[in-house]
């Protein structure tokens, strides 16, 4: 079944969108970068898409990730303000996208309610998340937003990510991710593999992500 086809979108609007050809973008691809300008719409049809926000020191943090039937709100934002990428996007794993031009997308938006609609429910949920992730770095302490992320990304017990990778999902820094996760290894609350973080204590790490809330 077509994306298309869980929207309710015009038939004129389904036409449009089905003409479009969907392209595939490896895992590591680069979609923007900062100062880029909005070329269109990326509806994600498979894989994973991260966005990133860098500071002047390098330090980066993972925004959002989207996903089959998400959006990005930077794009949103570009699209309808005429403004420049200020993040990153890097494909997560392989992911199959359709890009609907600026111009097709802006003609929809002035004429079908149901893709207006389409649009800013993505928007407005993807700010909520935003706003959340807000909250956890001003007010989590960074063992709390730790465990929370090692529990909610972890498979089969175990979560395959550099200390970086980690340090970007939670708002902080390398240095601090590794003296934090050497401390839970000291407990017997993790394990420590190169690249792989691998849960011991599973009730340890529920107390630590609840200990802010």
């Given at each position: 079944?077509?994306?298309?086809?869980?929207?309710?979108?015009?038939?004129?609007?389904?036409?449009?969108?089905?003409?479009?050809?969907?392209?595939?973008?490896?895992?590591?691809?680069?979609?923007?970068?900062?100062?880029?300008?909005?070329?269109?719409?990326?509806?994600v049809l498979?894989?994973?898409?991260?966005?990133?926000?860098?500071?002047?020191?390098?330090?980066?943090?993972?925004?959002?990730?989207?996903?089959?039937?998400?959006?990005?709100?930077?794009?949103?934002?570009?699209?309808?303000?005429?403004?420049?990428?200020?993040?990153?996007?890097?494909?997560?794993?392989?992911?199959?996208?359709?890009?609907?031009?600026?111009?097709?997308?802006?003609?929809?938006?002035?004429?079908?309610?149901?893709?207006?609609?389409?649009?800013?429910?993505?928007?407005?949920?993807?700010?909520?998340?935003?706003?959340?992730?807000?909250e956890r770095?001003?007010?989590?302490?960074?063992?709390?937003?730790?465990?929370?992320?090692?529990?909610?990304?972890?498979?089969?017990?175990?979560?395959?990510?550099?200390?970086?990778?980690?340090?970007?999902?939670?708002?902080?820094?390398?240095?601090?991710?590794?003296?934090r996760l050497?401390?839970?290894?000291?407990?017997?609350?993790?394990?420590?593999?190169?690249?792989?973080?691998?849960?011991?204590?599973?009730?340890?790490?529920?107390?630590?992500?609840?200990?802010?809330?």
């Open positions: 079944m077509s994306w298309t086809q869980t929207a309710a979108f015009t038939a004129a609007t389904r036409s449009a969108l089905n003409a479009l050809t969907p392209f595939d973008a490896p895992r590591g691809t680069v979609l923007f970068r900062p100062g880029d300008a909005v070329q269109g719409f990326v509806i498979s894989g994973q898409i991260d966005v990133f926000l860098t500071g002047p020191t390098g330090r980066e943090i993972l925004l959002y990730a989207v996903e089959p039937g998400q959006s990005c709100v930077q794009t949103t934002l570009g699209l309808l303000g005429d403004e420049r990428y200020s993040g990153e996007a890097i494909t997560r794993d392989d992911a199959r996208l359709v890009l609907i031009p600026r111009g097709l997308f802006l003609r929809l938006m002035d004429e079908d309610a149901g893709f207006r609609s389409f649009v800013f429910t993505a928007f407005g949920q993807r700010m909520q998340g935003m706003m959340h992730l807000l770095v001003a007010f989590q302490r960074i063992e709390c937003r730790l465990a929370e992320t090692l529990l909610n990304h972890a498979e089969d017990g175990s979560l395959h990510a550099t200390h970086a990778e980690i340090a970007s999902m939670i708002g902080s820094a390398r240095e601090v991710v590794s003296r050497d401390a839970l290894a000291r407990r017997g609350i993790v394990g420590l593999d190169r690249g792989t973080v691998r849960i011991l204590d599973a009730a340890a790490l529920h107390s630590l992500a609840e200990a802010d809330r």
